[in-house]
């Protein structure tokens, strides 16, 4: 391990006298994907240093225990009683650190929030999990804009698209994709029993074409007019974008978007997410020996969590034993990170034991 930590460190090093370079500087786009580089590798080498300086105060312990002084032998003792757990502590947070991190968790996403079985009930827990991620989203300093909305009939949202962009968007809100359960009275309830219903949030990063290795040529653009309530602007004009990747057959379209321009982004994301996905599930379907991981892949049909409103308790299914149930009244106010965390938590473990199988 400590070969490869130095070798993290000669990189970030090359990567400090690289920032340094004047024809760097004068390339943005080079000059960014190495700061950023050297940005994450930051927190690995502040390890290391500490690592390395722990590991000399216990060698310098066991080296005074083959002193001929007792008082010597028995502070060495007393030394090594607190070294040796914080070494332990140290190689575990190193081995988490150095753990692949995925290269989407830093971009950027599109932001899907659905009402789902539950009709009414279902738009008005929509707007609630609207609510309650733009709490969490103003928290995290995230810039959001709202591209396409769609009211329920007694208020709430049938449909939300939203454009969420900062700093490692995408490796925190990726754990919210799927099935979000509701349990509550209803207001329209006359009876006071408890309804179920549902919502759905789907995120996807937003990729560029060389993060999927497309050919701009492999794509046929169509454009039509949108269909549904819309007004007059939306279906007057052929803002409707369909795309089609040709080698793949893979289709993907938008109309949520005001604007042709900005359906033809919303649709490219889609069809960039869709082909990661599948090159994805290939990849995966030929690692037979890879287990599927605990977070999952985000498919909407999986409930991932449940909002119980007479008992305030939100359950994250994907959890386990006592870490899985919080505090509803704190979640719906955004207070989303101790969920997060727990399923980042999870998600490494699962990939230490993938490496460790490996």
């Known amino acids: 391990m400590l070969d490869k930590l130095q070798a993290i460190k000669d990189r970030y090093i090359y990567l400090e006298e690289q920032m340094a370079d004047p024809e760097l500087i004068a390339d943005m786009d080079r000059y960014t994907k190495v700061s950023k580089e050297y940005k994450d590798l930051q927190p690995l080498v502040k390890a290391f240093e500490e690592y ?10 066991r080296e005074m225990l083959r002193d001929e002084s007792a008082e010597m032998r028995e502070m060495a003792e007393m030394e090594l009683e607190e070294l040796e757990p914080r070494q332990e502590e140290m190689e575990e947070r190193i081995k988490v650190l150095l753990i692949p991190k995925d290269p989407d968790d830093a971009k950027d996403v599109i932001f899907e929030i659905r009402s789902g079985t539950g009709g009414d009930e279902a738009s008005l827990f929509a707007g609630d999990l609207y609510r309650m991620y733009s709490r969490y989203f103003e928290e995290q300093g995230w810039k959001v804009e709202t591209i396409s909305v769609n009211e329920g009939t007694v208020g709430g949202y049938n449909k939300l698209v939203l454009e ?12 919210e994709s799927g099935a979000h359960r509701v ?6 309830e006359s009876q006071g029993r408890v309804h179920t219903s549902a919502a759905t949030v789907a995120v996807m990063p937003k990729l560029e074409m060389e993060d999927v290795d497309i050919n701009k040529a492999d794509l046929k653009i169509d454009t039509y007019r949108s269909s549904g309530a819309g007004g007059q602007h939306v279906n007057k004009t052929e803002s409707a974008v369909r795309i089609t990747h040709l080698p793949t057959g893979i289709v993907s379209e938008s ?10 982004e919303i649709a490219l994301q889609r ?69 997060i965390e727990a399923l980042q938590v999870a998600e490494n473990a699962e990939k230490m034991k993938e490496g460790a199988m490996g």
Not at 164 to 175: A, H, I, P, R
Not at 255 to 264: E, T, V
Not at 272 to 280: N, S
Request: aromatic share 6%; proline share 3%.
């Open 183 to 188: 349990q509550r009275i209803p207001k329209t």
């Open 271 to 339: 069809l960039y997410t869709k082909i990661a996905e599948v090159r994805r599930e290939q990849y995966e379907s030929e690692q037979a020996a890879k287990r599927k991981s605990l977070v999952g892949s985000g498919d909407r049909s999986g409930k991932i969590r449940t909002y119980n409103f007479p008992q305030n308790r939100v359950t994250d299914h994907r959890l386990e034993g006592d870490n899985k149930n919080f505090n509803l009244q704190v979640v719906m106010e955004g207070d989303l990170e101790p969920i």
């Open 164 to 175: 969420v962009s900062g700093e490692d968007v995408y490796g925190k809100l990726k754990f």
């Open 52 to 61: 390395k300086q722990l590991l000399g105060n216990v060698q310098t312990a």
């Open 255 to 264: 109309q949520d978007g005001r604007s042709q321009i900005k359906n033809r």
